[in-house]
């Protein structure tokens, strides 16, 4: 092993140790407070309760260390208490640490009346809101994830084209397709798609989610052929797609069993009348790959045609503004997927989720089809983006 490998080995060693070790620390918190309010409501034992929270708090983890050692089944029940419970987790963290403040703050400036705090039914009151809290989170995050909206937008191209005064486009990114979003709501999809009669499809990137083991297995890749367009299917790769070292696979699975074009730093002309423009997430960059430059890859283009630019995460807006791209569609932000993450996601990228026009240029971005971690969305929906581009004819 070279001396860049090893070093780079035990970079990982340690960030996986820091984030196990954050990991635990949070979840022992988490603990102790459900613990606590559980406590309030009925008796329970310690170490039933420690015992059977360690074995759900730590069962994503289980499924990856045990994927290679028992059986598929076993597997796939470890991760989904795992990828529910990550969602749970996220909002007791909130609720705790929320209850936890204003205690505080109460203590130092008695801000809340005695007759609350010293209600005798005070702590069991709020168990209560805590358990309605996370059956709200459940059932009305796994809706918004498996209840699928068609969002449609209506965009102007001060430009010519031989396609027409206007086409359909389809796009979808963020399927994450693996073994929580698997065949048969991929095929949903593609009869969401397919009923919208598209001239074009676009899939916006993070076809996979975090292994390609799924998506091989269960020959998801052929799904895609179904889908029906005048023009044909164009995908780009997002960070997940390449973060593994998966899209060289991803791409040929797409390109020979589904007939769909990969679009890795290159443009197309479409039927004479526009070009697609696609490019490897930015995240190829930390691979020791450089994507093109935008300008490079649109050096044999005729910039009097309209140009669609698919780029997975919404970055690097000035620049396409600059090469006079007419429509960018991106996705990666799941427009935060559980509230308030999206109060981040607003504040990191110029627009998060949306459509943004400047001047002729004009950015659309969606929240995505399926989901990271959590199968679940609080605060943004899982959604089809259908969008008629209007040419100026």
């Not at 909002?91 to 010293?118: C, E, Q, S, V, W």
């Not at 269960?218 to 023009?231: L, P, V």
């Not at 600059?322 to 627009?351: C, F, V």
Request: net charge positive.
């Amino acid at each position: 092993m070279r001396g860049k490998d090893i070093k780079m080995s035990f970079r990982f060693i340690i960030f996986s140790l820091i984030a196990l070790g954050i990991y635990l620390s949070v979840n022992y918190y988490i603990g102790m407070r459900t613990f606590e309010r559980i406590s309030h409501l009925t008796k329970v034992s310690g170490l039933c309760f420690w015992l059977l929270f360690w074995i759900v708090s730590l069962s994503y983890i289980i499924a990856r260390v045990s994927e290679n050692h028992v059986s598929p089944q076993v597997v796939n029940i470890f991760e989904y208490i795992g990828v529910y419970y990550m969602g749970i987790m996220f909002y007791l963290l909130l609720f705790f640490a929320a209850m936890d403040t204003l205690r505080y703050l109460n203590n130092k400036i008695k801000f809340i009346p005695d007759f609350i705090t010293g209600y005798k039914n005070f702590n069991i009151i709020i168990s209560l809101l805590m358990l309605i809290m996370i059956s709200t989170v459940l059932i009305k995050g796994y809706y918004n994830a498996s209840h699928t909206i068609i969002k449609e937008y209506s965009v102007d191209i001060n430009k010519k084209s031989s396609l027409g005064k206007s086409i359909n486009i389809v796009m979808v990114s963020d399927i994450h397709l693996g073994s929580i979003i698997e065949n048969k709501r991929l095929r949903n999809m593609v009869s969401e798609i397919n009923s919208l009669n598209p001239h074009i499809v676009i899939l916006a990137g993070d076809i996979v989610d975090s292994t390609i083991k799924p998506f091989l297995e269960k020959k998801m890749a052929e799904e895609f052929k179904n889908i029906k367009s005048k023009y044909g299917t164009f995908a780009v790769l997002g960070n997940h797609d390449i973060m593994m070292g998966m899209d060289e696979q991803i791409t040929e699975e797409l390109e020979k069993k589904a007939g769909v074009q990969v679009l890795r730093d290159r443009a197309l002309l479409i039927g004479n009348g526009l070009y697609i423009v696609g490019r490897d997430d930015a995240s190829i960059n930390r691979s020791g790959i450089k994507r093109k430059a935008l300008k490079d890859i649109l050096d044999k283009a005729n910039i009097n045609l309209p140009i669609i630019l698919i780029d997975h995460t919404p970055k690097d807006i000035d620049e396409a503004h600059k090469e006079n791209i007419d429509l960018m569609l991106s996705g990666h932000t799941h427009k935060g997927q559980l509230y308030p993450n999206s109060l981040i996601t607003s504040r990191i990228y110029e627009i998060d989720y949306g459509h943004l026009n400047k001047n002729h240029f004009n950015i659309i971005v969606s929240s995505g089809y399926g989901t990271w971690g959590p199968p679940m969305r609080i605060g943004s929906q899982s959604e089809v983006v259908n969008i008629k581009l209007n040419f100026n004819n």
